[in-house]
Every structure is written in structure tokens, then in C-alpha cells.
């Protein structure tokens, strides 16, 4: 069983290109979320998702858009990168909620 | 004042001691309360969770919450090398998801010295 897969695991962009994150579950999860962890300063939730075809803004939604055509994946796409932005992105799942998100190992971005 | 307060530590302590982390919350309306930990370069993986105030344990965890404190701690009993990691609290109002989210703290960095 793979849970929660993330790719890829590192990236490094210049100012201003674009990419998108790719998060894929597989134990049949309605609610995923996209994290970031910057250094020392704990999780903050960027967007989520209660089903697909169902998004909405998390606390720190800014530079950021999300889709969720299937259950499974759940994107988190950077249209202009930002230095801001560095940071590592961990996508999370969870059957009703969020009493036991399921985490990805994570994908670390550097903006330069 | 942050919603969720957490040393950052980092906290060492020798192999077999007991360990004890903390977190202070503000927001009263929290009732699920959650520990996690993650490993160096990994993703964070849940450990304890419970629903408002009250004591569990799970082998050498225990996690207590005290809500008229708005205090939650979580216990390791017998602390081995492979304890070592960041533990980050957790919580959020609702079961049900919403665009809180889960509120972390910023996780203490834990250091078992063998």
C-alpha cells in the first residue's frame, strides 16, 4: 500500500517559472490537504480539498491554485515561483477529516 | 499571541529516560488534539490522537490534554535512539475538516542520546 505519494522529492526553480507539485493517493481518501513547513515555523495549510471537484483556501493560499478532478490526486501548481516560496510542501490525506491525516514525504523547493 | 505554543528545543536526554513535551493553546474551541512525529527529511507520521480532555496510552506513549489548561503534553517512557525526532502537537475544532485545517505547533526537536 502506498498511501501518499509526492513527486518530485526535490526542485529547484528560478524567479518566476511555474511548476506543479503532484500528489496521488491511493487508500480512497475524500479530503486531502497541501502543506508547507518553512524552517522553525511549524505546518500552515495552503489549500484543501473535501472531495473531487471540491477545493478551498487554507491559510496561506497566495501564489498557489489547486484542482481535484479524481479522488486520487490532488495537484498544487506555482504559476510565477517566488523566493518566498522555498519551503517543503507535504501533501496529506484523510478519511473524514483531519483526526488522522496520512502525510507524503514531502517535496523540497528552492526558488532562485 | 500564536494559536499554538511549542519549544523548539532541541531536547536531549540519555537512553531510558522519560520524556515529556508540551504544547499551550489559546483557541478554546479546539477539542481534537493530536501528536505527530516526524523523522529528518520525512513526512510527518500520527502518533497519538484524542478527543478532549483526558489521558491515552499507546505502549510507551502517553498523551494527556487539559483543556481548562489548554495544555496538552505527551509522555515517552523508556526513550530509545530511534525515539529521536521532531514532535509536532496538533489540533483542530472540527473532525469534519474545514479550512482550519489542523493547527500545529512548531514541533520540538528530540535528541536520545544512547
Known amino acids: 500500500n502506498a498511501g501518499v505519494t509526492q513527486t518530485p522529492k526535490f526542485r529547484i526553480l528560478k524567479i518566476g517559472q511555474s511548476m506543479t507539485l503532484q500528489c496521488t493517493q491511493d487508500?480512497?481518501?475524500?479530503?486531502m490537504y497541501w502543506y508547507r513547513q518553512d524552517p522553525g515555523m511549524g505546518l500552515k495549510l495552503i489549500y484543501y480539498s473535501v472531495g473531487a471537484g471540491i477545493t478551498d483556501k487554507g491559510e496561506v493560499p497566495n501564489g498557489y491554485n489547486v484542482s481535484r478532478s479524481t479522488t486520487e490526486d490532488f495537484p498544487l501548481r506555482l504559476e510565477l515561483a517566488a523566493p518566498s516560496q522555498t519551503s517543503v510542501y507535504f501533501c496529506?490525506?484523510?478519511?473524514?477529516?483531519?483526526?488522522?491525516?496520512?502525510f507524503g514525504q514531502g517535496t523540497r523547493l528552492t526558488v532562485v | 499571541q500564536k494559536e499554538v505554543e511549542q519549544d523548539p528545543g532541541p531536547l536531549s536526554v540519555p537512553e531510558g529516560a522519560i520524556v515529556s513535551l508540551n504544547c499551550t493553546y489559546s483557541n478554546s474551541a479546539f477539542q481534537y488534539f493530536m501528536w505527530y512525529r516526524q523523522y529528518s527529511r520525512k513526512g510527518p507520521e500520527l502518533l497519538m490522537y484524542t478527543y478532549s480532555s483526558g489521558n491515552k496510552e499507546d505502549g510507551r506513549f502517553t498523551a494527556q490534554v487539559d483543556k481548562s489548561s489548554k495544555y496538552i503534553s505527551l509522555f515517552i517512557r523508556d526513550s530509545q535512539p530511534s525515539d529521536s525526532a521532531t514532535y509536532l502537537c496538533a489540533m483542530s475544532a472540527h473532525e469534519g475538516g474545514g479550512a482550519d485545517g489542523l493547527t500545529f505547533g512548531k514541533g520540538t526537536h528530540l535528541i536520545i542520546q544512547p
Open positions: 487508500m480512497n481518501h475524500n479530503y
Open positions: 496529506a490525506s484523510s478519511t473524514n477529516g483531519n483526526t488522522e491525516a496520512f
